[in-house]
């Protein structure tokens, strides 16, 4: 059993917590992935290690509160247990060589790219991040990417905060006005990484991308991770998560990535239902 530590509402849809996990939180690296279980009868999800803190045994993982799984996991509190906590699995960020970094986050992505974007500030590497999110309401982890950024855009979909419009506009000035990166690392909606990429690759700019968004069962026996890169079957959870965005077969990744939609909507609204029941 894994105590939760610490939990904090990011924004109504999004949680951290601190994870009670010596041994993982020794070893876990930036880009490496856990895999837990919330009871004894639960399935099992990976989660992104969003941060490690070696002194005090614990591991930082964010979700976003999207189906029946990480619905129980969220009413769990400060001082409860969860009942797995597997890790630290996956290929941590390649990280040496590069002097100059832009980090790309959309969405709850943000919580896979900041401790991504904290290596390389801690390595001295000057980085540059942009993340994206809907509206003001769902802007996450401003402070901490302020921390670790020599500069930072936030954009909003609306235009409620920051900047108005997508993470790619703000990508795209950058390289234009003459911006060298040795490496763009986008995290995020598999579309928004598919347009990182055509953003990048005309300026000739090596990019890398976090397959996280396309994985389910974390050991690649599923095969819901499965994608093609450079013509030839990977999986996200075994090869990566990060791989050669230029190399991406993204139309293939989006189109897996709804495979189980359906179920996925049929198990929430079941959860929704027996949370009510409960609560009343």
Known sequence: MYKIAKKRILNPTVTMMDIEAPLVAKKGLAGQFIILRVDKDG?????????????NGTVKIIFQVVGATTMALNQKNEGDYIEDFVGPLGRPTKTEGIKKVCIVGGGVGCAIALPVAQEFHNLGAEVHSIVGFRNKDLVILEDEFKACSDKLTIMTDDGSYGR??????????????????????????????????????????????????????????CGGCRLTVGGK????????????????????????????????????????????????
């Open 43 to 55: 399935e099992r999800i990976p989660l992104t290690i969003a941060g490690c803190d070696r002194e």
């Open 164 to 221: 108005h419009g997508v993470v790619t506009l703000p990508l795209k000035e950058a390289l234009e006005s003459g911006e060298k990166y040795d490496e763009v690392i986008a995290i995020g909606p598999v579309i928004m990484m598919k347009f990182v990429v055509a953003t990048t690759k005309s300026f000739g700019v090596p990019t890398t991308v976090s397959m996280n968004p396309i994985m389910i069962d974390g050991t690649g026996m």
């Open 233 to 280: 079957t990977k999986f996200a959870c075994v090869d990566g998560p990060d791989f050669d965005g230029f190399e991406v077969d993204f139309d293939e990744a989006m189109e897996r990535s709804t495979m189980y939609s359906d179920f996925e909507k049929h198990e929430r609204e079941e959860a929704c239902n027996l949370f009510a029941k409960e609560v009343q």
